[in-house]
């Protein structure tokens, strides 16, 4: 069980910049669970993931991981524990090692000694399977640096990378945003194929409404730092789009607007 409760983060406290972007969250999230996370810009979406990860530490409020307290520990000791795609392709991996490389850093994670860059012939076979399994040909060019790659193909592999040791829980921050519609589709798909067969405890945020509805299990509306929706099971089967638009834009406070059309 991942737990948030009494989450409240400020950004600049106390001078003219106070920004409050998390107002009191408390969300419960049980194991195998894949919450899909929506909201308009400045919502707190990606502060709450970074509080997750302990990139940001809470000004009040506490965050478990199972039965463990994590929230004084910084990102780096949180390793173990979350994984984490983001939304620049770059981001997730080091454009100067290969890919194998990558793959060996990541699978490595959270471990406390090395950089675990040894590639056994064995280790190399198992690289080579999992990258098949992509259908992009990667397998065949494990030694080619990662900076060579397509965003779209880059990202496939930091998804990769991301789920190679078993993480509590996996935060997806608009990981597809940056990609082309048929890359998109295809991460996408790939997502919800390694989140079904590991059975992640995952979050998603997406800024469509359509993808918060097709994946995953509960979807969780922020507006203002604070949660406007949290729906799940049939009540989430019987929402469509549109009824999520309008939601959305009564969170808002707004007629319904292009907003709908840019979301769905
Ligand atoms: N490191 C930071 N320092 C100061 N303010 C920040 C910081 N990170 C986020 N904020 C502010 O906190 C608020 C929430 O930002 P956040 O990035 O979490 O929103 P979001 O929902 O992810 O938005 P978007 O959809 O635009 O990515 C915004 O007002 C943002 O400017």
Redesign the pocket.
């Known amino acids: 069980m991942i737990s948030l409760s009494g989450i409240e983060?400020v950004?600049?406290a106390g001078t003219p910049?106070e920004?409050r972007?998390?107002r009191g969250i408390d969300l419960d999230i049980p194991e195998g669970t894949f919450v899909s996370v929506i909201?308009?810009?400045?919502?707190?979406?990606?502060?709450?993931?970074?509080t997750l990860s302990g990139e940001?530490r809470p000004s009040a409020g506490r965050v478990r991981i199972d039965e463990l307290d994590v929230t004084g520990w910084p990102a780096a000791r949180r390793a173990g524990l979350v994984a984490r795609v983001f939304q620049d392709p770059m981001a997730g991996s080091c454009a100067d090692l290969t890919i194998e490389e990558n793959l060996a850093l990541a699978a490595s994670r959270g471990e406390r000694r090395g950089f675990g860059l040894a590639l056994g012939r064995q280790r190399r076979e198992t690289f080579r399977a999992q990258l098949s399994r992509l259908g992009l040909g990667l397998e065949d060019r494990l030694s080619d640096r990662m900076g060579l790659l397509s965003g779209g193909q880059r990202q496939a592999v930091s998804l990769l990378m991301a789920t190679l040791q078993p993480a509590k829980i996996l935060l997806l921050?608009?990981h597809t945003a940056a990609l082309d519609p048929r890359m998109s589709d295809f991460v996408l798909r790939l997502t919800h194929e390694l989140v079904e067969q590991q059975a992640l405890t995952t979050l998603m945020?997406t800024?469509s409404m359509r993808q918060a509805l097709d994946f995953g299990t509960r979807t969780v509306m922020?507006h203002e730092?604070r949660i406007a929706l949290d729906v799940a099971g049939d009540e989430r089967h019987r929402l469509g789009v549109d009824d999520l638009v309008a939601r959305f834009a009564q969170v808002r406070g707004e007629e319904l607007d292009s907003d709908a059309l840019l979301l769905g």
């Open positions: 983060v950004f600049g910049l920004n972007a998390i909201g308009s810009n400045g919502a707190g979406k990606s502060t709450l993931l970074n940001v921050d608009e945020v800024h922020l730092g």
